[in-house]
């Protein structure tokens, strides 16, 4: 504290000053007053909803013109979202007060949005150049754009014929005072802001005054009078300053939003500002996300010597920044073809070309991070161009060869023999593995599938040609794995010159891709040490003789190959694979009428509903489970008239079964539409032994654009299935109705059938000598003669009750053999007793044989009987 001794008119002035400020603070805070009751009025004014609506669409298509003007496409896409929403909720208030017409500003912000996004997509460069959120906002905004903008074709269309022509009057004016009130906003903000700066410019003079004048001692004082000195030496003003501001409404928190946008054009402004003071060349400008500026490295002075040593030592030092991090890899590949020119025009050799071309294809490999994710199409057609290069070079010179085996030591680039380190299998695994993510990465459905496919092409070409220089120059395996990529490119085409070798109709002599397959498949056979090449060759070839309709010959490979043992403990491409081949198998199977084997193939496939996943692929899935349907009825229809009242009747087929539960569930049953349904009736009527009502519905124009279209050969596949339904509906009929006949004639059955005669001998034979029916035929009279062994129902009741029974018996027996301690304290029993008795497995033979015969002497013509029954038991 100073003392009283020294006050002097610097006192005085200090006084005036401080009085100054506080009329200062005093006007603020009455203004401050009086501005908050504005904005208490304003609040209170009520606004129509047309108001509300046309303000809170204006307020969007502010946003959306900063973020045109900023790039930002994620935040473009959600402000146009937005849009969309907020007039979706205007329509109401559009359709009572404009009457349905569209407002013009709106048009007016679809039309420059339109141009906008135009502009962007057709500048490629600069699409490349965005990010990864902004290229794909972009492509999302493109495509929900046109999807909008549909609607208003027609309003678009008149706003493009006079696009100056001002919009409403009414919108116009509100335009205007918007702007107008924006502005005002904008001054007032700086003129408070002036304000507000130097009052607490003062008050923390004020702070600091007092701050110093507790912490100064007396020695320590400054006896200069300086005006601001003077001014924070008051003590009075300081604590009455903040007590009172703590009771004003602060000004500053209502415009906060024109802050935040005022400091959003600041950074503009001065960038602007910044690239024209920016003459003197000191500083370079970073673009944002990239790496951090890396000086290159000079190839060769003027004076040096370019040889294969300074070469490959210059190679050395680029590719030891790969996988650093902040190595800018586009510069890196740059580089490296900039080496690659300087070893050609000084023309230092084939092998340091081949060194430095196989060390750009890496690189261009790195430049794709993501390994999960595929190559952009341009980069990867370079690496295809690169890949042919090398190729050629290798194939040129036959003393030139790379592989792994070379060390670094045993390279050699200068003197023959010429060995060069790295291995051209990988880098064409990895061409083939990319290659098959782009495919995936396309719909399979569009027109870029297609483009995509074409390129499979030029993948052959460069496969031939690794293929031609690893049978001279690479070892055993090398050229397995080669014959392997060879045989997935080939291996589900279908060649119609071999079909026709497959039918006879061409010599066995002629190259089909049968005979190549055989000859690739089998030097794998003989030459692979490991089983994941020799399993894929296998399931491969057995995929190719079966889309070739050579079942016998596929189905002898896959039984003899016992894949189905081992193949759960491959990897997951191979697994596919195999679910491929025994779909490809039963179709096969199919084709050539074995309907069981068909069945039995695609059962494991289509019983459990997974079919897509189990295939990955969501190609033909209804052909298959047409084909199995199909395959089960043929199957389950003639086996369910059999075993009519078999009360352990075994389910062959769940899901056939399931299908034909749904339809009996059903109230009323209208005519079949689907696939499912059209099996389901065709079974219906197999049943009832109408054969051409079930031909019918199975072979229609219908069911032929979907199914029976597909397969190569159709009228042949048409032609079997119509003749698989006449020989099953005849079973089925002989199954189900034989307990009416006492003989029926084969000529007859020949007739209702239109079978041949032979064919109606044929399966009736087949099922006597298979016990299926109990009956004998009659050559001379052609007829079928019954023997009426069948049980009624009443008799079939009773031997089932026997069957449980003597089931009943056995557990019994089988638990005494198995724990003696029950016959403790019994007369007799233990081993003696047993062995005289006999044991346990020799009385259930003994029991067995003796039912054998009882059911063989049923069998040969005696009517049964319940006592006959017991009688022979006790025999």
């Keep these: 504290m100073t003392s009283r001794f020294f006050m002097s008119d610097s006192e005085s002035e200090s006084e005036s000053s401080e009085e100054e400020i506080i009329n200062e603070q005093t006007g603020i805070s009455a203004a401050a007053y009086v501005f908050s009751e504005d904005e208490e009025d304003t609040k209170r004014i009520v606004r129509s909803a047309k108001e509300k609506r046309y303000e809170e669409l204006k307020n969007i298509i502010r946003s959306i013109k900063n973020y045109k003007k900023n790039k930002d496409m994620s935040n473009l896409l959600s402000s146009f979202e937005d849009l969309c929403r907020s007039y979706t909720k205007t329509l109401p208030v559009v359709q009572k007060e404009e009457g349905g017409k569209t407002p013009r500003f709106f048009i007016r912000c679809l039309a420059e949005l339109d141009e906008f996004i135009q502009t962007v997509w057709e500048d490629k460069v600069g699409r490349k150049s965005m990010s990864k959120n902004n290229a794909k906002g972009l492509t999302t905004l493109r495509q929900k754009y046109r999807k909008y903008a549909k609607e208003y074709d027609t309003d678009l269309a008149v706003f493009r014929e006079n696009p100056d022509r001002a919009d409403s009057d009414a919108e116009v004016e509100k335009e205007d005072q918007d702007d107008e009130s924006e502005d005002e906003n904008n001054l007032m903000d700086a003129a408070t802001f002036k304000k507000e700066s130097s009052v607490t410019k003062s008050a923390k003079k004020f702070q600091k005054g007092s701050d110093d004048e507790e912490d100064d001692d007396d020695d320590s004082i400054d006896w200069g009078p300086d005006s601001d000195d003077e001014t924070s030496s008051s003590d009075g003003g300081g604590g009455m300053f903040p007590l009172r501001e703590k009771f004003l409404k602060k000004t ?497 059955l020949s007739d209702m059938f239109e079978l041949p005669h032979s064919t109606v001998h044929a399966i009736i034979s087949k099922m006597i000598i298979n016990e299926e029916i109990m009956a004998s035929l009659d050559e001379p009279t052609s007829c079928l003669v019954m023997h009426r062994t069948e049980p009624s129902s009443l008799q079939s009741l009773s031997l089932q009750l026997a069957d449980k029974l003597y089931n009943l018996v056995e557990n019994n027996e089988r638990v005494l053999d198995q724990k003696p301690f029950f016959t403790r304290g019994v007369q007799g029993g233990g081993y003696r007793d047993r062995r005289e008795k006999g044991n346990w497995g020799d009385r259930r033979d003994r029991r067995d044989r003796d039912n054998q015969n009882i059911h063989r002497r049923d069998r040969c013509g005696r009517k049964w009987y319940g006592q006959e029954y017991h009688v022979k038991k006790r025999i």
């Design 252 to 748: 500053t928190d209502r415009d906060d939003d024109d802050l935040k946008r005022k400091r959003k054009r600041l950074p503009r402004e001065n960038k602007a500002k910044d690239e024209e003071s920016d003459d003197d060349g000191g500083w370079e400008k970073v673009k944002r996300g990239s790496s951090m500026p890396m000086e290159k490295p000079k190839m060769f002075g003027k004076d040096d010597e370019i040889n294969v040593n300074s070469v490959h030592k210059k190679l050395n030092e680029i590719m030891a920044a790969r996988g650093k991090k902040g190595t800018d890899r586009k510069e890196q590949i740059e580089l490296l073809h900039e080496l690659l020119n300087v070893a050609r025009d000084n023309t230092l050799g084939p092998a340091i070309l081949v060194k430095v071309q196989f060390n750009i294809i890496m690189s261009v490999y790195d430049y794709n991070p993501s390994v999960s994710d595929p190559m952009k199409v341009e980069f990867w057609e370079k690496v295809v161009l690169k890949i042919d290069e090398l190729l050629d070079m290798l194939i040129a010179d036959p003393e030139l060869s790379i592989g792994e085996q070379v060390t670094e030591e045993t390279e050699s680039l200068e003197k023959p023999p010429l060995l060069v380190r790295g291995c051209v299998l990988t880098i064409v695994d990895r061409m083939d593995e990319e290659f098959i993510k782009l495919l995936k990465a396309c719909d399979a459905h569009s027109n870029e599938y297609i483009v995509s496919l074409r390129d499979e092409i030029r993948v052959c070409a460069i496969i031939n040609k690794l293929l031609k220089y690893e049978e001279e120059h690479g070892m055993p395996s090398d050229i397995c794995r080669v014959y392997l990529r060879k045989i997935e490119h080939l291996y589900y085409k279908y060649e119609p010159r071999a079909a026709k070798q497959t039918l006879g109709e061409l010599p066995t002599t002629d190259d089909t891709s049968l005979a190549e397959m055989d000859r690739l498949c089998k030097y794998i056979y003989v030459r692979d040490n490991t089983d994941r090449l020799r399993t894929r060759a296998v399931l491969c070839h057995i995929y190719h003789m079966s889309l070739h309709d050579k079942w016998y010959e596929a189905r002898d490979l896959m039984l003899m190959a016992h894949l189905q043992e081992t193949i759960h403990h491959s990897d997951l491409p191979t697994q596919i694979l195999y679910n491929r081949t025994m779909v490809q198998l039963g179709l096969c199977a199919f084709r050539h009428g074995n309907i069981k084997e068909a069945h039995n193939a695609l059962l494991d496939i289509q019983s459990g509903g997974r079919a897509k996943e189990l295939l990955a692929q969501g190609l033909l899935p209804q052909m298959l489970e047409c084909v199995y349907l199909v395959s089960a009825m043929l199957i389950e229809i003639p086996y369910m008239a059999a075993h009519e009242f078999d009360a352990r009747r075994r389910m062959i087929s769940k899901s056939f079964h399931h299908q034909l539960k749904n339809s009996e569930r059903q109230s009323l049953v209208g005519p079949p539409e689907s696939m499912r349904e059209h099996v389901v009736a065709a079974s219906k009527a197999m049943r009832n032994g109408n054969w051409k009502q079930c031909r019918n519905l199975l072979l229609n124009d219908k069911m032929n654009a979907k199914v029976w279209d597909l397969f190569h050969e159709a009228d042949r596949v048409r032609k079997m299935l119509g003749g698989k339904i006449q020989e099953e509906s005849l079973r089925t009929y002989l199954f189900t109705y034989s307990h009416v006949y006492d003989s029926i004639s084969l000529i007859k």
